[in-house]
């Protein structure tokens, strides 16, 4: 069956380092998103691709950037921990016309 | 800018309870309006989704509606179940984009 995952599921790192979070969809979806969801704010939007080499900026991508090699991964790199990263992290993929995003299982990241 | 809001933010009923969660958005112009389902620790999982021209949808207990000159949802659960217990989001998806903008969810408990 086709999937989304997520990898790690959980990461503790320091403030300061390079964090990289994976994301791996078989659904062969031309769409890609990356929500972090935090007590108060609900999901929100960091950045999203349409297809191979397009990114685009969400509501909260400073400290943020993805990269799009491949229909099947949307990488999201935090380039310098900072505390306020601590949070969880959401991956999304769709399909044109057919509108339903499908979820990844997320991935916990704490910055210390 | 989009704004969708939830209300309540929890709500906990007896086990058998007919229930209503509500859902606003503040701007008509929708592709779509989507209710998604999170349980704890884990990721969205989409639960109906209704179409701008469509009025309501139907998944076993679930009924979901959609008005959208007066900006609102509703998603009915009949005969609730502790299983129902979660947290309900609902989302609305901007024409023109392929971009959801969640509110910030409610929290349902079912009592057995």
């Known amino acids: 069956d086709a999937e989304i995952t997520q990898s790690p599921r959980h990461k503790i790192t320091e403030t300061g380092r390079q964090v990289t979070l994976a994301c791996h969809q078989t659904?062969?979806?031309?769409?890609m998103f990356w929500y972090r969801q935090d007590l108060g704010h609900g999901l929100r939007l960091i950045h999203y691709?349409?297809?191979?080499?397009?990114?685009n900026k969400g509501e909260v991508s400073d400290g943020y950037s993805v990269s799009r090699s491949n229909t099947e991964d949307l990488p999201l790199t935090l380039e310098s921990a900072a505390s306020s990263q601590t949070s969880v992290y959401f991956c999304?993929?769709?399909?044109?016309?057919?509108?339903?995003?499908?979820f990844g299982p997320g991935t916990r990241l704490t910055v210390l | 800018k989009q704004e969708v809001t939830q209300i309540p933010a929890a709500l906990s009923v007896p086990e058998g309870e007919n229930l209503v969660l509500n859902c606003s958005f503040t701007d008509s112009a929708i592709y779509n309006l989507q209710w998604f389902r999170q349980d704890p620790g884990k990721g969205l999982t989409s639960l109906l989704l209704i179409q701008s021209s469509q009025r309501e949808q139907t998944s076993g207990r679930l009924n979901a509606s959609l008005d959208k000159s007066s900006g609102r949802s509703t998603l009915y659960i009949a005969a609730s179940q502790p299983g129902d217990s979660a947290t309900y989001l609902c989302?609305?998806?901007?024409?023109?984009?392929?971009?959801?903008?969640f509110g910030k969810g409610t929290k349902l408990t079912v009592n057995p």
């Open positions: 999304a993929s769709s399909e044109w016309g057919t509108d339903t995003q499908y």
């Open positions: 659904w062969n979806h031309n769409n």
């Open positions: 691709s349409y297809g191979v080499q397009d990114t």
């Open positions: 989302a609305a998806l901007q024409g023109g984009s392929e971009k959801l903008v």
